[in-house]
T-cell receptor
Framework: DTGVSQDPRHKITKRGQNVTFRCDPI?????LYWYRQTLGQGPEFLTY????????KSRLLSDRFSAERPKGSFSTLEIQRTEQGDSAMYLC??????????FGPGTRLTVL | SQQGEEDPQALSIQEGENATMNCSYK?????LQWYRQNSGRGLVHLIL?????REKHSGRLRVTLDTSKKSSSLLITASRAADTASYFC??????????????FGQGTILTVHP
C-alpha cells in the first residue's frame, strides 16, 4: 500500500492521559500536514512540515500539542494532558510541493 | 477559520442526475482543491485547479474556477449511489511563502438515491 497510513485508527483515553499518533506519508512526499476534524465540520489545519522542518503551526495547537518529523519521513503528534475537547478525528496528509494533498484514514480520538 | 463556504449544505438527488456544488472563498489563492469524504473515513483528493486555470475535468467530474468572483463549482455528471458522501472544497491561500496549508469549508453532504 503506497498511501498515507496512520496509527492507531481509534484511540480511547481518559482525561489527563497523554496520547501519541503516528503518520507515515507517501514516501516521496516532502510535505506532511496534520489536521483536526470534528463532527459536521471540515478539517482544520494544525501544523505542517517540509522534510524535517516544522514550518507553520496553527493557533489551535496549544502547548499541550507537539508534533515531530525527526528524519523527514514519518511524523508523530502528541497530546499531553488530554481534555474532552480534544476528541476529534486527527488527519494526516502528505504532498509534493504545490500539489494536491493525500490524506490518511485518520485517527479517531475519544477522551472520556 | 473556514475560508471556503460550500453551497448547498445538503443535496439529495436521484441516480443518473447531475450534482452541482458551489464553493466561495475570501482571499487570493494558489489553488483550490475538492475532496470527498465517506462517513467516518479519510478524505479522498478529487481534483486540483490552479488559480490560472478556469476549468478542469476528471472522469465524471468537472470543476470551474472564477477568481474574479472567488468561487468554484464541482459538477458530478450521471451520479451513482456510490457518489454519496460529503464534498469539501479547500483553498491553498497566498500567504507569503506558506504554500500548502489548506483551509476547508464545512462541506456539502450529497445523497444519491438508487
Amino acid at each position: 500500500d503506497t498511501g498515507v497510513s496512520q496509527d492507531p485508527r481509534h484511540k480511547i483515553t481518559k482525561r489527563g492521559q497523554n496520547v501519541t499518533f503516528r503518520c507515515d506519508p507517501i514516501s516521496e512526499h516532502n510535505r506532511l500536514y496534520w489536521y483536526r476534524q470534528t463532527l459536521g465540520q471540515g478539517p482544520e489545519f494544525l501544523t505542517y512540515f517540509q522534510n524535517e522542518a516544522q514550518l507553520e503551526k496553527s493557533r489551535l495547537l496549544s502547548d499541550r500539542f507537539s508534533a515531530e518529523r525527526p528524519k523527514g519521513s514519518f511524523s508523530t503528534l502528541e497530546i499531553q494532558r488530554t481534555e474532552q475537547g480534544d476528541s476529534a478525528m486527527y488527519l494526516c496528509a502528505s504532498s509534493l510541493e504545490r500539489a494536491g494533498q493525500f490524506f490518511g484514514p485518520g485517527t479517531r480520538l475519544t477522551v472520556l | 477559520s473556514q475560508q471556503g463556504e460550500e453551497d448547498p449544505q445538503a443535496l439529495s438527488i436521484q441516480e443518473g442526475e447531475n450534482a452541482t456544488m458551489n464553493c466561495s472563498y475570501k482571499t487570493s489563492i494558489n489553488n483550490l482543491q475538492w475532496y470527498r469524504q465517506n462517513s467516518g473515513r479519510g478524505l479522498v483528493h478529487l481534483i486540483l485547479i490552479r488559480s490560472n486555470e478556469r476549468e478542469k475535468h476528471s472522469g465524471r467530474l468537472r470543476v470551474t474556477l472564477d477568481t474574479s468572483k472567488k468561487s468554484s463549482s464541482l459538477l458530478i455528471t450521471a451520479s451513482r449511489a456510490a457518489d454519496t458522501a460529503s464534498y469539501f472544497c479547500a483553498t491553498d491561500a497566498v500567504v507569503g511563502t506558506s504554500y500548502g496549508k489548506l483551509t476547508f469549508g464545512q462541506g456539502t453532504i450529497l445523497t444519491v438515491h438508487p
